[in-house]
């Protein structure tokens, strides 16, 4: 039976203010709670877009490394004096596929290419080669003079990465180009300076990092400074290349990159109230550190708005006071009683203790009850999303929350934030693989070694890294270019199957040697058929088979077999790999031709 029924018409006055009390209390401890998810919902938009902000950013520093890496193996080398061409084709080529890249260019200590690069070594003896963009798209080298001096003075100061904030350059062709250079420095083997590798990228090139989407939000806004308080990329684009003291003083933002200190900030733009949220990210092993700003309008940050004024609080509570006072004798039974076990409830939710069991001995079928059973299912809701939280915190981004309902706008947006969390975790661990795989196989590269030895050394990391169970590496007989002989293998000891030597066209090798494109195969049935390939006679899972191209010529074939399910990332990683093996086996090739013309000359007399 109802209360309404049971005590009627004064009863009914005295629920009805009692139900607004309880309202305002639950209304008073929600905005609490909902300014402090308000503030943590921020926070991790904003963490989530400064981590893709870097790894962004931190693409053309990779880039730069891998030429590093290159440059320094080739610098130890003894003919590095026919080894201009080959530079100048990397470089030509990197500028001419990336086109947000403004310039790419490398400054030697010395001049290791003698007379043919005189034009390019300023009054220093430094060699300068500056590759940039014609009007056409080609790719085209300049003569800089001293313009690369203060950036080789900062990398020779430091001897690490660095990235310079976003400044104005010009060119032959032109002029006030706004860029932010990524520098790695170029060390011989004792680990001494010798020169730098640097890029030069446009910060008009970056303006697509200021229309995404997290967590679907369209309406936020984002700004990125660098460590010279210098904005790199916001929502305005006339405050980009700006100092912040330039637009507005902002003690918290200048603080915040000065100090390295994330903060919540409020402030009001276009007459519209935001929270934001800045977070200082670092980018490669420089010890540059910008600042990433992210504002999100307060009405979509705040789930709930006070829908009551403090009037009418106010006027309620003195008149529900007084009520009391009147029915206090009448009402103790089937309301006082109920509220105060209710109200101990709400202090154990509002203290956080959202696990507790509370033992509440009111069972009535009445509107107390099903507020008591509301609040329940809000604690239960809290609760999950504690756990979520807790969860995400320790980078466990696979646990889905479970939703009150349709419209549980807090579950939903932070279902997706674990999802693009989760998404981009991946993203990242894939990238990490890639990289540190691509820098282990350069290692195993470098230095001087026959080509029977660098095989070896490649296929016996590639079978390793990639988890597979065989594998070969051919190359291509001299003065017989229609020929292709086993120069090493790996994890085989008994050779009486494995063809040493095919023709191109000849089985799966010769017919990726003639295409001049990868052939993957993948779950073969037993009973489908036998391969003849340089593995031998056999029915394998997987079968890769990939060529060597150096400048669209062929030096080799790579055989890999697996007997387990193919993982995409072997297949990008043999296709960022192959190039770098590319280089090195027609380095090493050139090397070997060096040394028997040499070997051939006939020795010269002496009188």
């Given amino acids: 039976m109802k209360i309404a029924t049971k005590l009627a018409l004064p009863i009914l006055s005295f629920v009805a203010l009692g139900v607004f009390s309880l309202l305002f209390l639950i209304a008073q401890e929600n905005n609490s709670l909902t300014n402090q998810r308000a503030q943590r919902y921020t926070e991790a938009i904003t963490h989530q877009y400064a981590s893709f902000v870097k790894a962004e950013l931190e693409m053309p520093f990779s880039e730069v490394r891998t030429l590093a890496t290159l440059l320094e193996s080739t610098l130890r080398t003894s003919n590095i004096t026919n080894y201009r061409p080959i530079l100048d084709t990397h470089l030509k080529g990197y500028i001419e596929k990336n086109q947000t890249v403004f310039a790419i260019y490398v400054a030697l200590t010395n001049n290791p290419f003698k007379e043919s690069s005189a034009e390019f070594v300023d009054n220093n003896g430094y060699f300068k080669a500056y590759w940039t963009r014609n009007a056409t798209g080609a790719g085209v080298m300049e003569t800089v003079g001293n313009k690369l001096q203060e950036s080789y003075q900062l990398i020779q100061s430091s001897e690490q990465e660095q990235i310079l904030s976003p400044h104005l350059i010009s060119t032959q062709t032109k ?40 967590a679907n939000l369209s309406d936020a806004l984002f700004e990125v400074y660098a460590d010279d308080s210098t904005v790199v990329i916001s929502y305005d684009k006339s405050h980009v290349g700006q100092s912040v003291n330039a637009i507005s003083y902002d003690e918290q933002i200048l603080t915040g990159i000065t100090k390295a200190k994330p903060f919540f900030h409020q402030r009001q733009i276009n007459q519209i109230d935001y929270i934001g949220y800045g977070v200082p990210i670092r980018l490669g092993v420089s010890k540059n550190t910008w600042l990433v700003i992210v504002d999100i309008p307060r009405r979509l940050a705040i789930a709930t708005e006070q829908g009551l004024t403090q009037w009418s609080f106010v006027f309620g509570g003195v008149l529900l006071l007084g009520l009391a006072l009147l029915l206090i004798l009448l009402l103790s039974y089937y309301i006082t009683k109920p509220l105060q076990h209710l109200c101990r409830y709400l202090q154990h939710l509002a203290s956080g203790q959202l696990n507790q069991k509370q033992d509440y001995p009111y069972h009535g079928h009445d509107e107390i009850g099903d507020l008591l059973d509301t609040v329940r299912r809000l604690q239960i809701g809290l609760y999950r999303v504690i756990q979520q939280t807790n969860a995400i915190s320790v980078g466990d981004y696979h646990c889905q929350i479970e939703l009150l309902s349709n419209n549980d706008q807090l ?78 293998s790996s994890a085989y000891h008994q050779r009486k199957t494995i063809a040493n030597e095919f023709l191109l066209g000849e089985g799966i090798i ?28 056999t029915t394998p899972r997987v079968l890769l088979v990939f060529p060597i191209l150096y400048e669209n010529h062929l030096k080799g074939v790579i055989e890999l077999g697996s007997f387990h399910t193919l993982e995409p990332r072997c297949i990008e990683f043999l296709n960022q790999s192959l190039p770098n093996i590319a280089v090195a086996l027609n380095t090493t090739e050139n090397n070997q031709r060096m040394q028997n013309f040499f070997m051939e000359l006939p020795p010269t007399s002496t009188t």
Wanted: charged share 20%; hydrophobic share 40%.
């Fill in 175 to 214: 002029q006030d180009i706004r860029v932010i250079s990524f520098l790695v420095p170029l060390l011989n083997p004792q680990k001494k300076l010798i020169g730098l590798v640097g890029v030069d990228v446009q910060t008009d090139s970056l303006s697509y990092l200021n229309n995404i989407r997290v």
């Fill in 411 to 488: 579950g939903l947006a932070l279902s997706n934030m674990t999802t693009m969390l989760r998404q981009a975790n991946e993203k990242n661990l894939l990238q990490d693989w890639l990289k540190t795989g691509q820098a282990q196989l350069n290692e195993q590269m470098s230095g001087e070694q026959d080509k029977y030895l660098l095989a070896k050394k490649v296929i016996t990391f590639l079978t390793r890294y990639l988890d597979m169970q065989v594998g070969t590496f051919y190359g291509l007989i001299p003065r017989e270019v229609t020929t292709l002989k086993l120069l090493a």
């Fill in 510 to 537: 010769g017919q990726a040697a003639l295409e001049g494109r990868p052939i993957i195969i993948t779950d073969i049935p037993e009973d489908y058929m036998l391969i003849r390939s340089g593995l031998g006679n």
